[in-house]
T-cell receptor, first 118, second 115 residues
Framework: AQSVTQPDIHITVSEGASLELRCNYS??????LFWYVQSPGQGLQLLLK??????LVQGIKGFEAEFKRSQSSFNLRKPSVHWSDAAEYFC????????????????FGKGTLLTVNP | SAVISQKPSRDICQRGTSLTIQCQVD?????MFWYRQQPGQSLTLIAT?????????ESGFVIDKFPISRPNLTFSTLTVSNMSPEDSSIYLC????????????FGEGSWLTVV
């Protein structure tokens, strides 16, 4: 069955430390890949996306993600975390080949809650 | 990106009542989607709303409970009918922007508590 897995429910890091959030997918073909962030009391904000090409993708707020086909992974990274990065992070996918029509639907992982210690 | 406004942002509702959530986008879009996020959970797609046609509902969601309107290319509403405490959730409107990579953007959400 198609699925998106975020193995870490909750991660705590110290401010200034590096961060890696894991995301694995199980799809027949590489889907389109997204990372969203949800700050407390807010909606979802798109951090970055991957469709094809360069496997290292740069996003907003200093985040980047690396697509690894061999591992079916799309992990999110940040070299130095700021207290304002405390939020919930969601990995999401759209099946490859989905057009811009009604089949272009996001499937979300369960999310990883990031806590940042001062 | 798109600016997506939802109303109400928060509400406390009585059991058995219905509430309509509005979603306004600052540009014309073909595809709009409604998601539900139950407390402490991830997002689940309720339905896809195309302008000029009936909404398409995902498994587990029905039109009688979640009627949707899509009168034009910048606006949609979701009604949560006959609410129960189990409907307490964040309801998020989202839109698909097509172009250099189709991308889905979200509104700020409508936080509903049913008492």
């Amino acid at each position: 069955a198609q699925s998106v897995t975020q193995p870490d429910i909750h991660i705590t890091v110290s401010e200034g430390a590096s961060l890696e959030l894991r995301c694995n997918y199980s799809y027949g073909a590489t889907p389109y890949l997204f990372w969203y962030v949800q700050s407390p009391g807010q909606g979802l904000q798109l951090l970055l996306k991957y469709f094809s090409g360069d496997t290292l993708v740069q996003g907003i707020k200093g985040f980047e993600a690396e697509f690894k086909r061999s591992q079916s992974s799309f992990n999110l990274r940040k070299p130095s975390v700021h207290w304002s990065d405390a939020a919930e992070y969601f990995c999401a996918v759209v099946p490859w080949g989905a057009s811009g029509g009604s089949n272009y639907k996001l499937t979300f992982g369960k999310g990883t809650l990031l806590t940042v210690n001062p | 990106s798109a600016v997506i406004s939802q109303k109400p942002s928060r509400d406390i509702c009585q059991r058995g009542t219905s509430l309509t959530i509005q979603c306004q986008v600052d540009s014309q879009v073909t595809m709009m989607f409604w998601y539900r996020q139950q407390p402490g959970q991830s997002l689940t797609l309720i339905a896809t709303a195309n302008q000029g046609s009936e909404a398409t509902y995902e498994s587990g969601f029905v039109i009688d409970k979640f009627p949707i309107s899509r009168p034009n290319l910048t606006f949609s509403t979701l009604t949560v009918s006959n609410m129960s405490p189990e409907d307490s959730s964040i309801y998020l409107c989202s839109v698909l922007l097509q172009g250099a990579g189709n991308t889905i953007y979200f509104g700020e959400g409508s936080w509903l508590t049913v008492v």
